[in-house]
């Protein structure tokens, strides 16, 4: 690698997988006596990580397929594991994404975080090593061990400092993820000891995995073991129960980052893993799998709705958004596919505002309830613009962020299934009418609770954590190419790799042959 990328360094990944680690080990040695201090050295350490990471964007080829910034080093050779790490244009965003909102979600915890701050402070740094190492590790060994870190912080995150059911609800995160990430496992087993028959070599590279024609009996079970697995992190419906319970009992820094990052990494899963890997049982699916994100899209509006606590609408809105992704992605063209990833960055941005937004409030009046609200405008105007700007952004509106990710999504989405396209847009307009009838209920009409009356509006560091999301919301919303042109000839390879093997491991297959008969040998 020439150029830029190598004036930066042959590290660069490595280091942004570590500093948080040397980070949280440095809080260590901090008093706890001096919880300010411990926030200002967390807050720092997500900054320079967040800086660290522009290079990465700017040394990026965009013309480039393939993986950039490479850095492998053999880990256990007897077993073929290695330390193998890149990014293309699949992971670049989700791995800015990550690093961009880190040091806002960092600087929201400075009122509401009182209680074991070096030890919050500390998790949320763990966090964030596993969530970039799952974005960048193409060993699936490296993977897996990223994937399961992310895990540990979490459930403390949740099961600490969140609500009155924050116990309940962290071993419900934590199960149903796991349970997930065990048939994962099983399959990333069955894959290393099915390259060995097929090459006589034992690895985990994901790269050569790629080459692999796996049987097409084999890909279907196997992507049921990897499908489960992301599943349950997207959430898509119906595997999403633990995702409302989490969300209402972490704290609001453990919401952003949920719904922000965590949640992108069952999307991201399917994309990097589930379906270049087993592209017929993929393709044979996707009427399945887009039928699934099309309910989800549906149930998770109609039951945002009815929801009387602003965070549990903003969860459920979750549901509904996630699924829109899940249906560009198995759209199988460059269209829904860039839609998908762009969604990603999207959500993690919009939704991601919206939980800070009702971290804000509630800071100011310790409920979530609509019922308990009204008039706000009148009383906090800035509030009240970044809320509005943010619900639009969340709704789609042209011209903001959401719009662009959603009719790119709708396009592709159209090409494999006009039918469920129509459904899917039903989700659009009912997004529309759950958040702005939230938003009015909640702002506009009469001040009536006297509690309202005298709320302080948005402070400096408010301002200051909010302002870069509303630039991103309009920056993505007006000229989204500067984010698709780094996907394009990546999303571009995929299309064709997954359509090449898909042809070739169907070549000899009998004609008419129906999936019963390909996968169980019914009818035959």
Partial sequence: MTGIPAIIGSNLLTALIFLPLAGALLLIFLPKENPRLVKNVTFLVTLVEFLLSL?????????????QFVEKIPWLPAYGISYHIGVDGISLWLLILTTFMMPITILSTYAAVEKNVKEFMIFMLLLEVGMVGVFLAIDLFLFYIFWELVLIPMYFLIGVWGGERRIYAAIKFFLYTFAGSVLMLVA????????????????????????????????????????????????????????????????????????????KMGTYGFLRFAMPLFPVAAVDLTPAVATLAVIGIIYGALVSMVQKDIKKLVAYSSVSHLGFVMLGLFAMNTQGIEGGILQMVNHGISTGALFLIVGIIYERRHTRLIEEFGGLSKVVPLFAVCFMIVTLSSIGLPGMNGFVG????????????????????????????YMLWMFQRVMFGKVTNEKNRHLPDMNARELAYMLPLLVLIF?????????????????????????AKRQLALADKPAGETLLARYFDVGK
Avoid: C
């Avoid at 709708?410 to 307009?429: D, H």
């Fill in 188 to 263: 990333i087993l069955a894959l290393y000891f099915y390259q060995h028959r097929a090459t006589g070599v034992y690895s985990f590279d994901l790269l050569a995995m790629y080459d692999l024609n796996i049987p097409v009996k084999m890909q279907f079970w196997m992507f049921g073991a990897f499908f489960l697995a992301f599943a349950f992190k997207v959430p898509m419906f119906p595997f999403h129960t633990w995702l409302p319970d989490a969300h209402v009992e972490a704290p609001t820094s453990g919401s952003v980052i949920l719904a922000a990052v965590l949640l």
């Fill in 55 to 67: 290079p990465v964007v700017f040394g990026f080829d965009g013309s480039v397929a393939g993986m």
């Fill in 406 to 433: 959603e009719f790119l999504i709708l396009l592709g989405s159209f090409k494999a299934s006009r039918v469920l396209t129509v459904f899917a847009a039903s989700g659009v307009i009912l997004a529309a009418v």
């Fill in 475 to 499: 920056w993505i919303g007006v000229y989204p190419q500067t984010f698709l042109r780094k996907m394009d000839a990546t999303v571009s390879a995929f299309v064709t790799r997954i359509e």
